[in-house]
């Protein structure tokens, strides 16, 4: 019984905790909006281009996208310019702002990933370097809600940053010092980053993606610690 009750209040903790990772996240991501752009930009990485014009190439011509999370933009001139609609959500209230500001014809709402209820409306989804936001708990659920968002046969593609692309002694370091601090942590998680940050394996990224209902197209790793997934909806 005293186990029983011991796991239980880890979980609690847990949950409080990841709670408050998400809100700092959101929180960071606001305050950091009015300069993101010339901070961060749009990615010049070569796999990221390339994945995503591999990508849009998959889709029929002017089909409707979601673009989630957004940020400020940095990927939707890519999809406009080949006149796709575009439906952009975020979490981060700034950083819609930015991309408002910028796209005025493009269709924002804040929602967060965890929220989206989109039901079978788009050709194609992209989640571009945000999924290392996500708490291990909540990627079978923010990966089921893209899947039902797709029609069918749409295409996903998303971006993770995965232990493979990584030191894995910084990541042990990170694991060793969460614990040493009495932080409710899993292997992978790195709470003092600026933002809250989650790695998993290339294989869980994949597995996680097949229970939600996807087949991998292509999976490859690139540059600044990504992993890049291309999925079909089954």
């Known amino acids: 019984m005293g186990s029983d009750n011991h796991h239980r209040k880890v979980n609690m903790d847990r949950i ?20 993101y752009d010339e901070e961060g930009g749009v990615y010049s990485n070569i796999t990221h281009q390339q994945v995503l014009k ?19 933009g940095r990927y939707l001139s890519f999809l406009l ?15 819609l702002a ?23 409306m788009f050709d194609g989804a992209m989640c571009m370097d945000a999924m290392e936001n996500v708490c291990p708990e909540e990627w079978p659920m923010v990966l089921s809600n893209f ?4 029609k069918g046969r749409g295409y996903f593609y998303f971006t993770a940053e995965t232990i493979e692309n990584s030191d894995e ?6 694991f060793d010092r ?12 790195w709470p003092d980053e600026e933002v809250y940050h989650y790695q998993p394996s290339n294989q869980q990224v994949r597995e ?20 890049h997934v291309v999925a079909r909806k089954v």
């Open 147 to 150: 899947h039902r968002a797709l």
């Open 98 to 120: 930015r991309a408002a500001a910028k796209f005025p014809g493009v269709h924002f709402e804040n929602i967060g990933l965890q929220e989206m209820t989109y039901r079978g």
């Open 178 to 189: 969460a614990q040493q601090a009495g932080l409710p942590v899993v292997y992978g998680e």
């Open 16 to 35: 409080a905790w990841l709670r408050r990772m998400r809100r700092d996240c959101e929180a960071q991501y606001d305050r950091s909006a009015p300069r």
């Open 208 to 227: 996680w993606a097949r229970q939600a209902g996807f087949e991998i197209v292509s999976a490859e790793n690139g540059e600044m610690y990504y992993y």
């Open 169 to 174: 002694d910084e990541i042990k370091q990170a």
């Open 54 to 72: 591999r990508f849009l190439g998959l889709l029929p011509q002017q089909s409707a996208i979601l673009d989630a999370p957004c940020g400020t």
């Open 81 to 95: 310019e080949q006149d796709h609609s575009v439906v952009a959500i975020d979490q981060s209230r700034g950083m």
